[in-house]
C-alpha cells in the first residue's frame, strides 16, 4: 500500500515549499528511486524545472517536463495535467488536490507551509487519505 509523507514546513513563502521540494527530489534521485513531480499549473511545472538546476549552486538532478521528448530514461519528471507515462518510486504532490494516479506509487510526499490555503488543502488531502485507511506519517521541518 502506498506510504503518504507529509512535510510541514515553518514558512509560508511558495518557493520555499519548491526549494524543499528539490532537496527532498535530490535527496530521491541519490538513492535510485524515480520520481514524477505533479504541480498545480503549466506556470508551476516552468518554475520548478528552473529551480532544479539553481536551488544549490552544485546541483545536478536529470529531469525533464513531461511535454518534452526523451522522457523513457528520465529519472525525476515533472507535469501538471497528465499522469505519468511509467511506473515510478515516488511522486511530490504540489498541487493543491490528491491526483487520482496516486495509488500507483510506493511513496507519495505532500508539502504544507504556513500559508492558510495550503494548511486547509493539506488537511483535506490528509483526511482524503486517512479516510482510505492509507498509512500517513508527519514530518515538522
Known amino acids: 500500500m502506498t506510504r503518504i509523507s507529509f512535510y510541514i514546513l515553518k ?3 511558495e518557493h520555499d515549499r519548491q526549494v524543499f521540494a528539490c ?13 514524477y513531480v505533479h504541480t498545480e499549473s503549466a506556470q508551476q511545472t516552468e518554475q520548478l524545472d528552473k529551480l532544479l538546476w539553481s536551488f544549490r549552486p552544485d ?21 501538471h495535467d497528465t499522469n505519468p507515462p511509467r511506473l515510478m518510486n515516488l511522486l511530490i504532490n504540489l498541487s493543491p488536490q490528491h491526483p487520482l494516479f496516486f495509488s500507483q506509487f510506493e511513496r507519495v510526499a505532500e508539502f504544507i507551509n ?4 495550503t494548511k486547509t488543502q493539506g488537511r483535506e ?3 482524503f487519505y486517512q479516510q482510505r485507511g492509507y498509512e500517513l506519517e508527519s514530518h515538522k521541518i
Open 23 to 35: 532537496r527532498l527530489i535530490e535527496k530521491a534521485y541519490i538513492q535510485g528511486q524515480h520520481i
Open 114 to 117: 504556513d500559508d492558510n490555503d
Open 11 to 13: 514558512g509560508n513563502q
Open 125 to 127: 488531502r490528509y483526511r
Open 59 to 79: 546541483s545536478f538532478v536529470p529531469h525533464q517536463m513531461m511535454d518534452e521528448q526523451g522522457q523513457e530514461d528520465c529519472p525525476v519528471l515533472i507535469g
